[in-house]
RNA sequence: GGCCUAUUCGUCUAUCGGUUAGGACGCAAGAUUCUCAUUCUUGAAAGAGGAGUUCGAUUCUCCUAUGGGCUACCA
């Protein structure tokens, strides 16, 4: 029984898309799921594109990702090289093949005549003009050292048929088709065969790629047909957009792995949602870690049409993923935000209260910036229905709660909150009174990550009786 | 323009001829809570349009509309 083998064949040409991290995902899921190997093969074929760090950007993508590759540029393989740049003899090799036997010819054309072919329409198909040169002119032009390039030499009747295992059977005339170049004059393959060659080289029995390929397939069974080869499997998947119109893409915001982890989403939590967008597990579960989506993953849960990219529905996700971290855990990841913070914390204790309070990481900024500031807060904030708290109510209750919590020695949360409740008895109010107005004037926000008790605990006694009688004269003076 | 393809709540989706068209995010309301956090409950919210086929269409067929893709010596 042969086993499953599919590829990730991403151009180097800059960071890696969410497109192309789902379509990875997909192919990686599938080669699991069925005890397979995934490859990675890199498509440097067009030297004007080449980025420098995007080989590297692949790797590390990969890695994060937690998506690893049983073959590759990097840790080699029996298929090997994985690199097309260096596959350039084997092209040609088949290139020729297909020469020799007419499902290919050279062409010789100038970019200008190409041009001159355009109709009415802006339509622009290739006459193959160059099909029909005779030997001896294609001797005289070698001889003369003319460029050309290789281009498929496809039939002009008939139909090709083929059948994608997410949309189904698809058919297209052949006459539709284009005698698309399949090596250049610089020698390197067009994506239109490398993949051809590289795919049946490799071995790979299912194809995942974006359906923009969806209409150029016919051209690479022709091809495989004409090398005598077994066409694979075809998986082509449906686009994830930035909005209705308009597809992910890197001149648009945000629309790279890197970028949101930087904004302080997990790569779980991406890689879980980005499964989603397109695929449907068949349960009601929406949290799945890679193993799971191994287990549940089935190309009958791909869907037909694009999705759009929803990131509130990702920072929904990445919370779940936050809560359930170990706080160990989040505490290491979150230290980095904390850096700006002057004001000596028990910054353990602030990674608990924040943990259960953010929805990513790059949340962390503007909900402890309270921390180091706190002049010039507006006294509205003392003013709440639910709560039943106003300034006016903070003026009188303040001197009791600074006197009460200046009698504290030990200042932990359990101890100011039991000198609160007791406060609150004392002086015939709803809990939720004081404790409001405790916490807004020693914070000056109106969102906090915690209540009162510790927000006090956390800035320490001396900062919490300083803020307390700062904003008790504010509320006197105003 | 030609060809390919898609079309269910705002968004991601379920439904594989008969459902009060389900779930999730978001939104709204209520409850809980030391925060307008969390959690819980409830609610509003959808089959692009038109013909057929059928006892019966969101589901099958066709047409139209709209979106997307391809139409490069880019992938």
Known sequence: MNSIRTRF?????????????????????????NQ?????????????????????????????????????????????????????????????????SSHAYRCFCTKERLDALVDGTGNRRYD?????????????????????????????????????????????????????????????PTYNFANVVDDHLMGITHVFRGMEYLSSTPNYNLLYEALGWAVPLYVHLPHIMRDKRHKLSKRHGDANFEDFLGKGFLPEAILNYVALL?????????????????????????????????EVKLRWLNAQYIKELPLQRFHELAAPRYRAISTPVDFNLLSALVQARISALSDIPEIIEFIDSFEGYSLELFENKNAKSSAQLAKEVLPAAIAALEGIENWSNDALFAALEQLTAQLDLKKKQLLWIVRIAVTGRLSTPGGASEMCALIGKEQSLCRLKQSLCTLCAA
């Open 128 to 188: 193959k003009r160059c099909l029909h040169l005779s030997p001896e002119e294609v001797e005289e032009k070698l001889a003369r050292g003319a460029p050309y390039v290789i281009r498929q030499n496809v039939p002009q009747e008939g139909i090709t048929t083929f059948s994608d295992l997410v949309y189904g059977e698809i058919s297209i005339e052949n006459r539709e088709l284009h005698d698309n170049v399949l090596l250049k004059s610089d020698g390197f």
């Open 9 to 33: 064949a991403p151009s180097p040409t800059g960071f890696m898309h969410i497109g192309n991290l789902r379509t990875a995902l997909y192919a990686y899921l599938f080669a699991k799921k």
């Open 278 to 310: 397109g695929w449907n597990p068949k349960s009601e579960v929406e949290k799945f870690s890679l193993d799971e989506l191994v287990e549940a993953f089935d190309i009958s849960g791909i869907s037909k049409s694009s999705a759009v990219f929803d």
């Open 36 to 100: 397979g190997q995934f490859i990675l093969r890199i498509e440097d074929t067009d030297q004007e594109r080449l980025v420098g760090d995007a080989v590297s950007a692949i790797y590390s993508t990969l890695k994060l990702a937690n998506l690893r590759h049983d073959e590759g540029p990097d840790v080699g393989g029996p298929c090997g090289p994985y690199m097309q740049s260096e596959r350039r003899d084997i092209y040609k090799k088949y290139a020729m093949a297909l020469v020799d």
